[in-house]
């Protein structure tokens, strides 16, 4: 089985953390990559290096939130079809909405307790890495 990337976009280092923990477990099938800001996600997209698999991706984040960076990334041809799950301490129902609306493909509240976001980051993998087919996985990047 091929390795699957994957790239959060998280400013808070704290849920950085639990999340590489969470993907510990996960080592042998997915690569993860972080970017601690909007832009620094859109540049590692833009660069030379395939493409994510999968982008986890959280909405409130200052500079360049959530939305704008689903935005450009839906924008870009090279982007517009990589799978985006929105995770996001919100569970407020206008996030959510705008979410779907900008073109997300799942939204997952983090949950506060440990545990449980390492569940939720399991549950992500067990479909996103394992169950779903994205149609351009190892797929060369555009030129």
């Known amino acids: ?32 990559m972080v970017a601690g800001s909007g832009p ?5 997209l833009r660069g030379p290096a395939p493409l994510p698999d999968l982008i986890l991706l959280d909405l409130k984040m200052p500079q360049m939130d959530g939305l704008a960076v689903l935005d450009a990334l839906r924008g870009e041809a090279s982007t517009r079809d990589l799978p ?7 569970a407020e129902a206008r996030d959510i909405r705008d979410s779907y609306a900008h073109g997300a493909s799942a939204y997952v509240v983090k949950p506060l307790d440990f545990t449980q976001f390492r569940q939720a980051m399991h549950t992500i ?13 190892g797929q060369p990047r555009p030129s």
């Open 1 to 32: 089985m091929e390795r699957r990337r994957i790239l959060l976009v998280d400013d808070n280092v704290y849920d950085v953390e639990l999340a590489l923990s969470a993907f510990q477990d996960e080592d042998a099938h997915c690569e993860l």
């Open 125 to 137: 993998m067990a479909f996103w890495a394992h169950l779903n087919h994205p149609p351009c996985f």
């Open 40 to 44: 620094e996600a859109l540049r590692v």
């Open 84 to 90: 985006v799950v929105m995770l996001s301490t919100s």
